[in-house]
């Protein structure tokens, strides 16, 4: 096979082996195993004489130990991560390797594409491509003709490994096929469509998160802690008992410390989930009267910000930044306490004027007595409650009392044409969490400009690197 290798055996642990048999034996190591073998002596280093590529297979491998880059599941089909994103002692932990730098680096240096992408994602524990051996084949020695052949198997045998991998990986995911024949992992730049700014100032799509509100997005930690099961669902068209939403982050390398941090760091937003950073970045300049200038390079970080403009000019800017979010969260919280006062006073309206005793007189007192106003854009004889003029234990009493006449004057079927309103259901059940939560609202908007500035300085919530 390789007659004209030649090795000096002394060096070796199997003295009496002819070269091909070592090179039989060397064809059954890991990737790991392999560069391990040829750095144990000069005579292996001479036979083996790693490539470029046993190297990388060799950092893949490296990434699937439990010890070095650890175990990421992730299910397509429903988004089952195991660990989830919000469990970030368990991620602090976990590495994942960069094929450009040959090092195994934190997750944040990664974009979710980079992560979860099926041709991407870490392979499952046993499957094939997790107890891979090396493809390793000897390139010294040998005519010209028998090494090409010998890399034209080694190419086939990859697709094939590939092929595998990724049907093991759609099996258990419940994923489509990837077709793009990419390497398993991407580069933090990767360049996409999504990304936005210069080469001194890149901004770079991240990852998707769940968070409860805007604010908590873009001051994370901020909010006292409260269980989920605490907060107020959101009306939502698609689901019923959402409690949080998916928020794209967004990494910008800061023009004034040349640090990567997360776009709140700039205090640079929009309360909509889905809102692109060249709408924020478009807000920002029509806000702060920046027309004509260059929106890149006036986007300092909140340290940065402080060190050429002063703590005044950061509580400033940081207050601002707060009171978006606030004013939109405490707007979509009263539209949700306001909602089925005005739900449930045009349905009684309505089987009033069809004089068909749809509902008994005793519903009617639910809304006695209470002050209403004109719902803009909502047609003639829309109303909604003033809240202003109500009071918070009468409200909470009349919701204690529909709530036992629904289940004591109604029928099973009329119970439910009358709760088939998905979010008047939710708004009668969950009241008094949307009560709680307007409550921590206010008193958020009694946080001072200063206690901003403190918070986003030693708390420190945006650093990505």
Same mark, same amino acid.
């Given at each position: 096979?390789?007659?004209?290798?030649?090795?000096?055996?002394?060096?070796?642990?199997?003295?009496?082996?002819?070269?091909?048999?070592?090179?039989?034996?060397?064809?059954?190591?890991?990737?790991?195993?392999?560069?391990?073998?040829?750095?144990?002596?000069?005579?292996?280093?001479?036979?083996?004489?790693?490539?470029?590529?046993?190297?990388?297979?060799?950092?893949?491998?490296?990434?699937?130990?439990?010890?070095?880059?650890?175990? %990421? $599941? *992730?299910?397509?089909?429903?988004?089952?991560?195991?660990?989830?994103? #919000? &469990?970030?002692? !368990? /991620?602090?932990?976990?590495?994942?390797?960069?094929?450009?730098?040959?090092?195994?680096?934190?997750?944040?240096?990664?974009?979710?594409?980079?992560?979860?992408?099926?041709?991407?994602?870490?392979?499952?524990?046993?499957?094939?491509?997790?107890?891979?051996?090396?493809?390793?084949?000897?390139?010294?020695?040998?005519?010209?003709?028998?090494?090409?052949?010998?890399?034209?198997?080694?190419?086939?045998?990859?697709?094939?490994?590939?092929?595998? %991998? $990724? *049907?093991?990986?759609?099996?258990?995911?419940?994923?489509?096929?990837? #077709? &793009?024949?990419? !390497? /398993?992992?991407?580069?933090?730049?990767?360049?996409?469509?999504?990304?936005?700014?210069?080469?001194?100032?890149?901004?770079?799509?991240?990852?998707?998160?769940?968070?409860?509100?805007?604010?908590?997005?873009?001051?994370?930690?901020?909010?006292?802690?409260?269980?989920?099961?605490?907060?107020?669902?959101?009306?939502?068209?698609?689901?019923?008992?959402?409690?949080?939403?998916?928020?794209?982050?967004?990494?910008?390398?800061?023009?004034?410390?040349?640090?990567?941090?997360?776009?709140?760091?700039?205090?640079?937003?929009?309360?909509?989930?889905?809102?692109?950073?060249?709408?924020?970045?478009?807000?920002?300049?029509?806000?702060?009267?920046?027309?004509?200038?260059?929106?890149?390079?006036?986007?300092?970080?909140?340290?940065?910000?402080?060190?050429?403009?002063?703590?005044?000019?950061?509580?400033?800017?940081?207050?601002?930044?707060?009171?978006?979010?606030?004013?939109?969260?405490?707007?979509?919280?009263?539209?949700?306490?306001?909602?089925?006062?005005?739900?449930?006073?045009?349905?009684?309206?309505?089987?009033?004027?069809?004089?068909?005793?749809?509902?008994?007189?005793?519903?009617?007192?639910?809304?006695?007595?209470?002050?209403?106003?004109?719902?803009?854009?909502?047609?003639?004889?829309?109303?909604?409650?003033?809240?202003?003029?109500?009071?918070?234990?009468?409200?909470?009493?009349?919701?204690?009392?529909?709530?036992?006449?629904?289940?004591?004057?109604?029928?099973?079927?009329?119970?439910?044409?009358?709760?088939?309103?998905?979010?008047?259901?939710?708004?009668?059940?969950?009241?008094?969490?949307?009560?709680?939560?307007?409550?921590?609202?206010?008193?958020?908007?009694?946080?001072?400009?200063?206690?901003?500035?403190?918070?986003?300085?030693?708390?420190?919530?945006?650093?990505?690197?």
């Amino acid at each position: 096979m390789i007659n004209e290798l030649r090795v000096g055996y002394d060096a070796f642990s199997f003295p009496s082996l002819p070269t091909e048999i070592l090179c039989a034996i060397i064809h059954l190591v890991d990737p790991i195993g392999l560069i391990s073998l040829s750095q144990s002596s000069r005579a292996f280093r001479a036979l083996i004489q790693p490539s470029q590529d046993d190297f990388v297979q060799r950092l893949l491998a490296l990434e699937l130990d439990p010890a070095l880059g650890g175990i %990421v $599941r *992730f299910r397509s089909r429903d988004n089952n991560l195991t660990p989830p994103w #919000d &469990d970030a002692e !368990a /991620w602090k932990a976990i590495r994942f390797a960069c094929v450009d730098c040959m090092k195994l680096i934190p997750h944040t240096r990664f974009s979710n594409q980079n992560l979860l992408q099926l041709r991407r994602r870490k392979p499952p524990p046993g499957s094939r491509e997790a107890n891979r051996i090396t493809d390793w084949e000897p390139l010294a020695g040998g005519d010209a003709k028998a090494r090409g052949l010998r890399l034209q198997k080694r190419i086939r045998r990859k697709k094939e490994d590939r092929a595998a %991998v $990724r *049907f093991e990986l759609e099996r258990s995911s419940g994923a489509e096929v990837a #077709d &793009d024949p990419d !390497a /398993w992992q991407g580069e933090f730049a990767r360049p996409t469509r999504a990304n936005v700014g210069t080469a001194a100032v890149p901004v770079l799509t991240s990852r998707r998160l769940e968070f409860t509100c805007a604010l908590d997005r873009y001051f994370p930690g901020l909010f006292p802690r409260m269980p989920l099961e605490m907060r107020p669902p959101l009306f939502r068209v698609y689901k019923d008992n959402v409690r949080a939403e998916l928020f794209t982050l967004y990494h910008v390398r800061c023009p004034g410390c040349a640090v990567w941090q997360e776009l709140g760091a700039f205090r640079v937003g929009l309360p909509y989930p889905h809102a692109t950073p060249s709408l924020m970045l478009e807000k920002r300049c029509e806000h702060w009267q920046l027309q004509g200038q260059d929106i890149f390079a006036t986007l300092l970080c909140n340290r940065c910000l402080l060190a050429r403009h002063g703590r005044a000019r950061l509580a400033e800017e940081l207050a601002a930044f707060a009171m978006t979010f606030l004013d939109a969260e405490s707007a979509r919280t009263k539209y949700q306490l306001r909602f089925g006062w005005r739900v449930l006073e045009q349905t009684l309206r309505l089987g009033q004027r069809k004089k068909k005793n749809r509902f008994s007189p005793v519903f009617y007192e639910i809304i006695a007595g209470l002050p209403w106003e004109e719902a803009k854009n909502m047609g003639n004889e829309a109303k909604t409650l003033d809240f202003d003029h109500c009071d918070p234990d009468d409200l909470r009493w009349r919701i204690v009392w529909l709530r036992i006449l629904v289940e004591t004057e109604m029928t099973e079927e009329r119970r439910k044409e009358f709760l088939s309103n998905s979010r008047f259901r939710s708004w009668l059940e969950h009241y008094e969490k949307n009560e709680k939560w307007d409550a921590v609202l206010k008193e958020m908007t009694s946080i001072s400009p200063d206690a901003l500035v403190n918070f986003v300085l030693e708390k420190d919530p945006y650093r990505v690197i």
